[in-house]
C-alpha cells in the first residue's frame, strides 16, 4: 500500500552536513505524518523528527533540534532531513516512516507509524 525508500546516508566527519530523503509511493502520502527515527548499535530506536501531512506543524528531539531539519514536498512525494552539525553520537541507521490518519500516542511514539523504510546508514567519523 505504501513504500518508503531513504536515501542520502553515508560517512561524514563531525560537524559536516548530511541530507536524507525519503520517497514514498502509495496512497494517501500528502495526508500522512512523517518520521524520522534512528537506531545505533546497541540502542533502541529513537524518535529524530516528524512533520505533519501539510508541512505547517515540526517537530524535534531535544538531541537534534536546532542542528536538523525536516520538511516534505507532496507534490514530489518526498521528506528530506537535512542535517547539520554533525556529531559522532549521530551515527545510527535511519528510518523514514508514515502514521496514516489520526494520531492516538504521540508523533514521537514509533507505533503510530504504519509503514517504514528499510533505513539508510549515516556514520559521523571522529
Known amino acids: 500500500q505504501v513504500q518508503l525508500v531513504e536515501s542520502g546516508g553515508g560517512l561524514v566527519q563531525a560537524g559536516g552536513s548530511l541530507r536524507l530523503s525519503c520517497a514514498a509511493s502509495?496512497?494517501?502520502?500528502?495526508?500522512?505524518?512523517m518520521g524520522w527515527f534512528r537506531q545505533a548499535p546497541g540502542k533502541e530506536r529513537d524518535f529524530v523528527a516528524a512533520?505533519?501531512?501539510?508541512?505547517?506543524?515540526?517537530y524535534y528531539a531535544d538531541s537534534v533540534k536546532g542542528r536538523f531539519t525536516i520538511s516534505r514536498d507532496n507534490a514530489k512525494n518526498t521528506v528530506t532531513l537535512q542535517m547539520n552539525s554533525l556529531k559522532p553520537e549521530d551515527t545510527a541507521v535511519y528510518y523514514c516512516a508514515a502514521a496514516l490518519g489520526r494520531l492516538r500516542i504521540g508523533v514521537a511514539d514509533q507505533h503510530e507509524y504504519d509503514y517504514w523504510g528499510q533505513g539508510t546508514q549515516v556514520t559521523v567519523s571522529s
Open positions: 512533520i505533519s501531512w501539510s508541512g505547517d506543524i515540526t
Open positions: 502509495g496512497r494517501t502520502f500528502s495526508s500522512d505524518h
